[in-house]
T-cell receptor, first 114, second 111 residues
């Protein structure tokens, strides 16, 4: 079975631009979470979606938004990019999105903002 | 405010030795504590996890010890191997279904 897949693998943008990152969860998983991992730090929670509804949001500005589609795939959008948005963006899927559910991470999208 | 504190930041261990990584948490509402392993260029992969009603859990060479009263938990890697060289993250399950991660420990196992 395929694991969590993310696209693109790498992305280079300039300040002020907009970016869309995509994630496909493990088949049968209904919840997707997004995390930002800055170099040398642990992942930080951005959003969680379950059954197309936003269930949780971390401490990120409104420039960050996300959505989940009927097939449970998800998009993360970031507007008005800043240099500080350069990071590895990780998507994780789980069965039900409960805090005790195992979260399986994808390989991430490496975003560089110049 | 960092809710999960992890130490040490880096660790060097000889092949066959024991690697020990410690974490402390603040929020008593956390009730799920996983450990993830991350290799360069990859996403984190679950190693082992524990619930607070258990004081110890062992899977192969990996053991979690949990001290609920001290709000601390640790990962022990027995018979450490060069292939174990990676960054290890402890985490705690939050109320939003999210994970709160420590800052990570970079483990190097010398042959």
């Amino acid at each position: 079975d395929a694991g969590v897949t993310q696209s693109p693998t790498h992305l280079i943008k300039t300040r002020g631009q907009h970016v869309t990152l995509r994630c496909s969860p493990i088949s049968g998983h209904k919840s997707v979470s997004w995390y930002q991992q800055v170099l040398g730090q642990g992942p930080q929670f951005i959003f969680q979606y379950y059954e197309k509804e936003e269930r949780g949001r971390g401490n990120f500005p409104d420039r960050f938004s996300a959505r989940q589609f009927p097939n449970y795939s998800s998009e993360l959008n970031v507007n008005a990019l800043l240099l500080g948005d350069s990071a590895l963006y990780l998507c994780a899927s789980s069965l039900w999105g409960r805090n005790t559910d195992t979260q399986y991470f994808g390989p991430g999208t490496r975003l560089t903002v110049l | 405010q960092q809710q999960v504190k992890q130490s040490p930041q880096s660790l060097i261990v000889q092949k066959g030795g024991i690697s020990i990584i410690n974490c402390a948490y603040e929020n008593t509402a956390f009730d799920y504590f996983p450990w993830y392993q991350q290799f360069p260029g990859k996403g984190p992969a679950l190693l082992i996890a524990i619930r607070p009603d258990v004081s110890e859990k062992k899977e192969g060479r990996f053991t979690i010890s949990f001290n609920k009263s001290a709000k601390q938990f640790s990962l022990h890697i027995m018979d450490s191997q060069p292939g174990d060289s990676a960054t290890y993250f402890c985490a705690a399950g939050g109320s939003q279904g999210n994970l709160i991660f420590g800052k990570g420990t970079k483990l190097s196992v010398k042959p």
